[in-house]
């Protein structure tokens, strides 16, 4: 390198899942703009090696293939000594680990121990789990980019450097409102139903989902269905297990063009629940657990008054929520039914959802967390 010229910044990813990999190839992309000559290398899928990643391993396939986590351990044992051997060799400049808690925070332990910094990107829900791991955080990581406009605060109240960055769902500026309103089509309700990205709670949630539909189909005959499936292979079982003549159309693609004009979603609870409510959708969310797991640990474990993302940003029940799902089917299905006749009550709930989900779109993730990168580099900018 000849004098006065600076060195290429290196950027070590850490991601694990398929919608890190999605939010961090926004993130890629953002900052190999900002900085023109940037290496950014690590783990993660086909969306970061598109923004122009050079993956190391691609553990987002990995986990897509395996259904359970004890059969990945020797995978991520020996993963996790490729990734170490890979920070002594290279030293990247800057280490960004993405989601995936139970992962990353062994990803970021070793970059901290070799002395390379740290950025913890969509930080994990420890207001809602683990506070108790404040501390590990802390030790594992020098800034947190916060997704929720509360985890700041938060955050900052346990001594971690946080800071809001906006939701990742809503770059780009999604539909608001309208487009997933009215829900009549030709005067019979649309309902959309969104039985989760993960085969153990399709497994459980999608049984009742299809019972949920029977008893709407008992008060409107003429109601339509749709159903988000993860890939065509989820769409085929999803309806191979549709009886009794009920007509569901399962189609495998996103999230907003299932929701689209419908007057209700059945959602199981996660991420997907906030893009419903960015939408202004009226919703009902579901989460299934043996019971046995939620009187024995989930119960203790889980500090928040409510269980879904959605109500809890409001601080309120906004939308009815069956967590644990339990043997509550059948009252689930009522409740969809009611909220069905009532227009007015789920005019409401779409203004306070459009209203709630605001602050989420005021981020433009990418680009805040480019903005840290950057920072985080120093003399590189």
């Known amino acids: ?18 919608s890190a990999d999605v939010h961090t190839a926004g993130v890629i992309r953002c900052l190999r703009s900002r900085l023109g000559e940037v290496r950014c290398v690590g783990l993660g899928g086909a969306k970061m090696a598109e923004a122009g990643c050079r993956l190391v391993q691609n553990p987002v396939d990995r986990s897509a293939m395996l259904g359970h986590a004890l059969g990945q351990v020797g995978y991520y044992f020996r993963l996790l000594g490729e990734v170490k051997r890979f920070f002594e060799a290279s030293r990247p400049d800057l280490v960004v680990v993405v989601d995936s808690p139970a992962w990353n925070f062994h990803v970021a332990k070793a970059a901290r121990r070799r002395g390379i910094p740290v950025l913890y990107y969509i930080a994990p829900q420890l207001w809602a789990w683990g506070a108790w791991r404040s501390a590990k955080l802390r030790r594992s990581a020098d800034r947190i980019a916060c997704i929720l406009p509360f985890e700041e605060g938060w955050f900052g109240e346990r001594g971690i450097s946080a800071t809001y960055v906006g939701h990742p769902l809503f770059e780009g500026e999604r539909q608001a409102g309208g487009d997933c309103w009215g829900g009549q089509a030709g005067g019979f309700p649309t309902v959309a139903l969104l039985p989760g990205s993960r085969s153990h709670e399709i497994k459980r949630l999608w049984p009742a989902m299809v019972q949920i539909s029977q008893r709407i189909v008992e008060a409107y005959p003429e109601a339509r269905f749709r159903c988000a499936a993860v890939s065509e292979k989820v769409a085929r079982e999803l309806r191979e297990q549709v009886r009794g003549g009920l007509a569901i159309d399962v189609q495998c693609g996103a999230v907003a063009a299932v929701t689209r004009g419908a007057a209700l979603t059945v959602a199981a609870s996660g991420t997907a629940t906030l893009e419903v409510a960015g939408a202004g959708c009226p919703m009902i969310i579901l989460y299934h657990v043996p019971g046995w797991q939620w009187h024995l640990i989930g119960r203790w474990l889980i500090k928040t008054k409510h269980l879904s993302l959605v109500n809890i940003l409001a601080g309120r029940e906004l939308v009815p929520e069956f967590m644990p799902l339990g043997s509550r089917t059948e009252e689930a299905g009522r409740v969809a039914v009611e909220l069905l006749g009532d227009a007015g009550r789920r005019e409401q709930i779409r203004r306070d959802l459009e209203e709630l989900t605001a602050p989420l779109r005021r981020g433009q993730a990418s680009a805040r967390v480019t903005e840290m ?6 003399g590189h900018g």
């Open 1 to 18: 390198m000849g004098v006065g010229q600076k060195s290429v910044p290196s950027v070590f990813f850490s991601v694990a899942d398929a």
């Open 373 to 378: 990168i950057v920072e985080m580099l120093g």
